[in-house]
């Protein structure tokens, strides 16, 4: 209601009432008019002077807090660097005689490591020398992951790699095109070793004394010379992974492989050269094409993967900062042996990264062999759908090598030294990862194998079943026999569902028996059904972790098993290893496959967002993680850094 209208209704109100009365609500309404006017100028001042002072109070906070956290956070940084940068000396630190003069012995009279530099240099150093001695061989998933499982002082604990760090592989292709840095996938071998007050020899292991349970180390020398020398084990591991096989493909001295950083290092500066080669004035139509055609051969993860980061580079940096032309001649081509490229994975996985390759311009070539690599080409054989095979020639700047593993220098020397090792690709193992005829030696990730052969058993099983001993199982028998089998083979268990329907298939005779022949062609088609762990960081992981918690076991009970003469304890007391799948993913392209075997996801963006997650909590440590995430914000705000370094 406004003003004068209340004064117009207290005026007629003001008539019928008493003069007296009058007076008094004359004046009431008079000094509410004064008020009124007195408070309309505060009422009707500007919106935005309010909407000013509320920024400028708001804002005078927000440079007030970043203030102080700046001063705290420089407190913090002064604070920390007056605690760690100071003043440090080493004054007469203990070292066994034998440390800096090792006897030598051996098959080959090498110096014997017996007692290494730092075994003395502390009460707990001095306390751990007398643990029994565990020699690990590698410095990949399946040894950081049982660095990381062992419990500290329980081992004298001595890792041998050729490289003083361990890196995340499953990010070597975007660190091969620069997404991000080759240090944000690296940690230090010795600060992981740290831990469980463990050492660390720089070298290669090449022979293995196994009457003597000594391994020879081969070292070099800052000059280039090479030295050997023996470290002495009570137990091995052997975890130094596998090389990629050549398939008797002539030429492949001109492809890069992915395996290492210094593979991904060398792929960066060939890719960077190429772009830079082709911007040039000089260079041709024809080599400018075949500058820019990149090939790879191998359509599992790692190829796919490279494939995809390659496209990346092209689209987000190449197009912004090189000639378009360029540009335009990329071309990116994938050679598979299968029909589909990631065959591993669900055939819906399998379409969607065919699809999404198809949309991008990235040439497919499925059911092709390689024939050879030359300097500048590539020459495969296709078969087409009438099974014709025909050999095509592709012009290469850059040729990627990723087709399956083959044994490591050391792991095919060791196999040579064991009896009963036939497997082609890695070294046996059993259920328990020990290595077949080698007592106090394991082998873990892409070294190993475990050992799918059934009929290798057969005579031991039936007489360990044949309870009435009369060179028949019948079908109770076959009951224990089975259970005995899921913990030879642990693999075997999802071939032995039905047992009655199994056990009827090979009862040619009908009399409800197994006979000895009737039980080898048995166990021979479940053996045949089996298949083989993958080589992927996800196996060695598990795997290191399982002979982690195993070791871990053996140190607390050790006195027990002594006290009670138990000398298998494998058997007696640690179940056998089973693999828990928990899911495959590869990156496609600003997309993203899972696969968890029942179930698979394939999208875009949040896809992608969700595989960077789970390889960012799997990284190497906390360290690399921050860095991790540091190189994918840089990536996103100022793209891929195209120096060559």
Same mark, same amino acid.
């Given at each position: 209601?406004?003003?004068?209208?209340?004064?117009?209704?207290?005026?007629?109100?003001?008539?019928?009432?008493?003069?007296?009365?009058?007076?008094?609500?004359?004046?009431?309404?008079?000094?509410?008019?004064?008020?009124?006017?007195?408070?309309?100028?505060?009422?009707?001042?500007?919106?935005?002077?309010?909407?000013?002072?509320?920024?400028?109070?708001?804002?005078?906070?927000?440079?007030?807090?970043?203030?102080?956290?700046?001063?705290?956070?420089?407190?913090?940084?002064?604070?920390?660097?007056?605690?760690?940068?100071?003043?440090?000396?080493?004054?007469?630190?203990?070292?066994?005689?034998?440390?800096?003069?090792?006897?030598?012995?051996?098959?080959?009279?090498?110096?014997?490591?017996?007692?290494?530099?730092?075994?003395?240099?502390?009460?707990?150093?001095?306390?751990?020398?007398?643990?029994?001695?565990?020699?690990?061989?590698?410095?990949?998933?399946?040894?950081?992951?049982?660095?990381?499982?062992?419990?500290?002082?329980?081992?004298?604990?001595?890792?041998?790699?050729?490289?003083?760090?361990?890196?995340?592989?499953?990010?070597?292709?975007?660190?091969?095109?620069?997404?991000?840095?080759?240090?944000?996938?690296?940690?230090?071998?010795?600060?992981?070793?740290?831990?469980?007050?463990?050492?660390?020899?720089?070298?290669?292991?090449?022979?293995?004394?196994?009457?003597?349970?000594?391994?020879?180390?081969?070292?070099?020398?800052?000059?280039?010379?090479?030295?050997?020398?023996?470290?002495?084990?009570?137990?091995?591991?052997?975890?130094?992974?596998?090389?990629?096989?050549?398939?008797?493909?002539?030429?492949?001295?001109?492809?890069?492989?992915?395996?290492?950083?210094?593979?991904?290092?060398?792929?960066?500066?060939?890719?960077?050269?190429?772009?830079?080669?082709?911007?040039?004035?000089?260079?041709?139509?024809?080599?400018?094409?075949?500058?820019?055609?990149?090939?790879?051969?191998?359509?599992?993860?790692?190829?796919?993967?490279?494939?995809?980061?390659?496209?990346?580079?092209?689209? +987000?940096? #190449?197009? *912004? !900062?090189?000639?378009?032309?360029? &540009?335009?001649?990329?071309?990116?081509? @994938?050679?598979?042996? =299968?029909?589909?490229?990631?065959?591993?994975?669900? +055939?819906? #996985?399998? *379409? !969607?990264?065919?699809?999404?390759? &198809?949309?991008?311009?990235?040439?497919? @070539?499925?059911?092709? =062999?390689?024939?050879?690599?030359?300097?500048?080409?590539?020459?495969?054989?296709?078969?087409?759908?009438?099974?014709?095979?025909?050999?095509?020639?592709?012009?290469?700047?850059?040729?990627?090598?990723?087709?399956?593993?083959?044994?490591?220098?050391?792991?095919?020397?060791?196999?040579?030294?064991?009896?009963?090792?036939?497997?082609?690709?890695?070294?046996?193992?059993?259920?328990?990862?020990?290595?077949?005829?080698?007592?106090?030696?394991?082998?873990?990730?892409?070294?190993?194998?475990?050992?799918?052969?059934?009929?290798?058993?057969?005579?031991?099983?039936?007489?360990?079943?044949?309870?009435?001993?009369?060179?028949?199982?019948?079908?109770?028998?076959?009951?224990?026999?089975?259970?005995?089998?899921?913990?030879?083979?642990?693999?075997?268990?999802?071939?032995?569902?039905?047992?009655?329907?199994?056990?009827?298939?090979?009862?040619?005779?009908?009399?409800?028996?197994?006979?000895?022949?009737?039980?080898?062609?048995?166990?021979?088609?479940?053996?045949?059904?089996?298949?083989?762990?993958?080589?992927?960081?996800?196996?060695?992981?598990?795997?290191?972790?399982?002979?982690?918690?195993?070791?871990?076991?053996?140190?607390?009970?050790?006195?027990?098993?002594?006290?009670?003469?138990?000398?298998?304890?494998?058997?007696?007391?640690?179940?056998?290893?089973?693999?828990?799948?928990?899911?495959?993913?590869?990156?496609?392209?600003?997309?993203?496959?899972?696969?968890?075997?029942?179930?698979?996801?394939?999208?875009?963006?949040?896809?992608?967002?969700?595989?960077?997650?789970?390889?960012?909590?799997?990284?190497?440590?906390?360290?690399?993680?921050?860095?991790?995430?540091?190189?994918?914000?840089?990536?996103?705000?100022?793209?891929?850094?195209?120096?060559?370094?």
């Amino acid at each position: 209601m406004s003003l004068s209208r209340c004064l117009r209704l207290s005026s007629s109100f003001a008539q019928s009432v008493s003069p007296s009365r009058h007076i008094a609500v004359t004046r009431h309404f008079a000094t509410t008019q004064v008020w009124a006017q007195a408070q309309q100028p505060r009422s009707n001042a500007p919106l935005y002077l309010r909407r000013t002072f509320l920024i400028f109070k708001w804002s005078a906070y927000l440079v007030a807090s970043t203030a102080v956290g700046l001063l705290t956070t420089g407190a913090v940084i002064l604070g920390h660097d007056a605690l760690t940068y100071s003043s440090k000396h080493v004054d007469r630190v203990p070292v066994s005689p034998l440390a800096l003069r090792p006897e030598t012995g051996g098959p080959k009279n090498l110096p014997i490591a017996s007692i290494l530099v730092d075994d003395e240099e502390d009460e707990e150093n001095k306390k751990i020398a007398l643990k029994p001695r565990l020699v690990i061989v590698g410095g990949g998933w399946g040894a950081m992951s049982l660095l990381k499982t062992l419990h500290p002082g329980d081992y004298h604990v001595t890792v041998i790699a050729p490289d003083t760090f361990t890196w995340f592989t499953p990010l070597l292709p975007s660190a091969a095109v620069g997404t991000v840095q080759v240090r944000s996938l690296i940690e230090p071998i010795r600060k992981i070793v740290a831990r469980v007050h463990g050492h660390f020899i720089t070298g290669k292991a090449v022979d293995c004394a196994l009457g003597e349970r000594l391994l020879e180390v081969e070292t070099t020398l800052p000059d280039g010379m090479k030295r050997s020398l023996y470290v002495p084990y009570d137990k091995l591991i052997i975890a130094c992974g596998s090389v990629s096989s050549t398939h008797g493909v002539p030429g492949l001295e001109n492809c890069f492989q992915l395996k290492t950083i210094a593979d991904a290092q060398a792929i960066r500066r060939r890719i960077l050269d190429n772009f830079e080669t082709a911007s040039l004035p000089t260079t041709s139509p024809e080599e400018r094409k075949r500058l820019l055609s990149f090939v790879i051969c191998g359509g599992g993860p790692t190829g796919v993967e490279t494939a995809a980061e390659i496209y990346d580079l092209c689209q +987000e940096d #190449i197009m *912004n !900062y090189y000639p378009k032309l360029c &540009r335009e001649e990329v071309s990116i081509s @994938i050679i598979q042996s =299968r029909d589909h490229i990631l065959n591993t994975y669900t +055939e819906h #996985i399998s *379409n !969607y990264a065919e699809e999404k390759f &198809r949309r991008d311009e990235v040439k497919l @070539i499925v059911n092709g =062999r390689v024939k050879s690599v030359h300097p500048g080409k590539v020459l495969y054989d296709e078969k087409d759908p009438s099974g014709q095979v025909s050999t095509h020639e592709i012009p290469a700047g850059f040729v990627l090598w990723s087709t399956g593993i083959a044994m490591n220098p050391f792991v095919e020397r060791m196999v040579a030294l064991l009896p009963n090792q036939v497997h082609k690709k890695a070294i046996e193992v059993d259920a328990h990862l020990r290595v077949k005829g080698a007592p106090g030696i394991y082998a873990i990730g892409d070294a190993s194998t475990i050992e799918t052969s059934l009929v290798r058993h057969v005579l031991d099983l039936a007489d360990q079943c044949d309870v009435n001993h009369d060179g028949q199982i019948d079908f109770n028998e076959w009951q224990v026999m089975v259970a005995k089998i899921k913990q030879k083979v642990p693999l075997a268990e999802a071939h032995l569902q039905h047992l009655r329907e199994i056990f009827d298939a090979f009862d040619s005779d009908r009399d409800d028996r197994l006979g000895l022949n009737e039980l080898t062609a048995l166990l021979q088609d479940i053996s045949s059904k089996i298949t083989t762990l993958p080589a992927t960081a996800q196996v060695a992981a598990q795997q290191g972790k399982y002979i982690g918690r195993k070791f871990n076991y053996l140190a607390k009970h050790e006195q027990t098993l002594v006290q009670n003469q138990i000398i298998d304890f494998d058997e007696a007391f640690f179940r056998p290893f089973r693999y828990m799948h928990l899911g495959s993913l590869a990156y496609v392209g600003n997309a993203a496959v899972f696969d968890f075997g029942s179930t698979s996801f394939a999208g875009g963006l949040i896809a992608m967002y969700a595989w960077r997650s789970i390889y960012w909590s799997e990284s190497v440590s906390a360290r690399t993680r921050a860095l991790l995430l540091f190189d994918w914000i840089i990536r996103g705000i100022w793209g891929r850094d195209l120096s060559r370094l």
